[in-house]
């Protein structure tokens, strides 16, 4: 007979049960002994399902034991590393990371840190992982404390700058789009000046939490300078998307704030900055995010603007020309040239306009029109008005006498009538060098008048009592009123280039002329033409009834005075051999004036 095959035994035999008995208290007793650490922990089958979890786990994620089992960790702990989701199992093998460690941040304010570790489980192929996170958030607050603003509580400068660093280098591993937003508060001084740094503050606060309010857990948000914000994404999938981002953001940030009995409604630019390039630097892509907040604050109707490229060539082209203005300054190497201004009845020369030089270098020159403004944000403008200030009257003081009647203008920056103290400056100079003021005419644009009247007209009034005349410059292109231009203390108008350009061809231009130079007439005002380059524009402003005029027909700026001959009638600064150049076409200009036409 066939041994019949042995059946399993019903019950275990003793040992055995004995042995599961006592697997099942080791096992009670780790549980409940793993139970009490104050470290959560979580095992994880490969394919990253829950199969044990510790009390302090179940604590952590607020979950019971039997909703975590068998979930995915991902789902149970969606955990953030500064706005980056942490290595899923998945990843975590892929990246061949069996053990490792990092920290994750669950939440900004208020902090919350985990110190996250894993290890294999080496009891089975694929192995488990065992993760065990401890709560780090005290320990980071304090080492972070210096990474964050006092008054907000967001990050500052440090802070956010070390963020976006993160976020650039995670884009090597993961291709995607870094956006910063430049958020920056309007008008935020005034609030300060008129109800008080408290109220600044609280308005700081409020900024802060309803950017924190309106933007992804996973976003990042710091306050970097005293209004200004920036706020950092990495999930940001487009330009488009970033701009209905940000015009969203713009909404929600500027609703009125209601603040112990007072409204106040925030007035923010914002400027966006994104880049798939994790090689840029933190400071490149900050600039053009605070670049692009320019231009949206520059803006009449946006309040939000995307970074574009030409603005940066704009920036770097301006930054070459204040190190060329720095370096030329320092080697007194600036020039002054002097455009003739003429009695249109006559021909003779009656006066110079000054007008600024850049030496060229390898035959490329800088115009005034692109240089002055740059001075002027550089704070340079002083310095370049002092040294044709000092050129003119130096010509001046060496003219004989008989030529001395003429005058030089000088064009003064707006920034140079904002500036006390411009009168006694201008006549110490002049008395130095024994010059009368009388000789000299200060051309000014409308703008410094408008904007800051009392002091420039006091300026302007203490210059004039000491024979200093002030004429209006490129008038017809500011915002002049007749009853404006009665109170104005000045001497005469420039009209602008732009009007008599068209005098011949454009009937509005040649109204416009008419209506000014009888306007100045009116108020016993002197007239000169600006831009005259035909006879037949002489012509048609004498017949108007302005007699002076200025421009290429007569003579392209030059140094002083060797290219003009003061004696030859009408049109009496031009050499005899250029009398018959064409429209448009100056006498040739100066060794050092490479600039054939005005290029505003
Ligand atoms: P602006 O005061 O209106 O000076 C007249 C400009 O018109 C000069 O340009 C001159 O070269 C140009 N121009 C004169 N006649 C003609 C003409 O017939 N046709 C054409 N197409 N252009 C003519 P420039 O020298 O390039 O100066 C541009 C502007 O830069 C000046 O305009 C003035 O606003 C500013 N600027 C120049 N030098 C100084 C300076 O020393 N200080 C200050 N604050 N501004 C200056
Ligand atoms: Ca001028
Ligand atoms: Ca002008």
Partial sequence: MPESPSLPPSHPPEGELELVEELRRTLGRLDSALGQIREALVLVDAAGQVIWSNAAFDGLVGKRRLEILGASLHRVLPLNHVGE??????QTRGANQN????????????????????HPVLTEEPNPLMFSF???????????QAMRCSVTGLLNRRGLL????TSLHHLRRQPGLVTLLFCDLNHFKQINDLYGHHVGDR???????????NIRPEDVVGRIGGDEFVVLAIDVDSREEAI????????????????????????????IALTADPEISVDELLCNSDLAMYSAKASPTASVALFDPQLDKQVKRESLIRSRLQTVLAADQLCVNYQPIIDLVNGSIIGFEALARFPAEEGVSILPSEFIPVAENAGLIHRISDIVLSHCLEELSGLSKGLQAMSISINMSPLQLSQEGLATKMIQIAEKLQVPLSYLVLEVTESPLIDRPQSAIRELGHLRDCGCRVYLDDFGTGYSSMSWLAQLPIDGIKIDRSFVTGLLTDPRSSLLVATMVRLAR?????????GVEEEAQVDALLAMGCTKGQGYLFGAPA???????????????VPASTTSSSAGSPPPACARDSTKGDHR
Wanted: charged fraction near 25%; aromatic fraction near 6%; include cysteine.
């Fill in 85 to 90: 989701p942490i290595l899923t199992i998945e």
């Fill in 99 to 118: 053990s490792g460690m990092l920290n994750a941040i669950l939440s900004e304010l208020p902090l919350q840190a985990l110190e996250v570790e894993w």
């Fill in 134 to 144: 401890r709560d780090v958030s005290n320990r980071l607050a304090l080492a972070t």
């Fill in 162 to 165: 070390e963020r976006i660093q």
């Fill in 203 to 213: 308005l700081l606060i409020e900024i802060g939490q309803r950017l924190r309010a």
């Fill in 244 to 271: 209905q981002w940000a015009n969203r953001l713009h909404t929600k940030i500027t609703a009125p704030w209601h603040d112990e009995g007072k409204t106040i409604t925030p007035r923010l630019s914002i400027g």
């Fill in 522 to 530: 009116d108020l016993e005002l002197d007239v000169i033409a600006e």
């Fill in 559 to 573: 140094p002083f005075p060797e290219r003009f001959s003061f004696s030859n009638p009408r049109c009496a600064a």
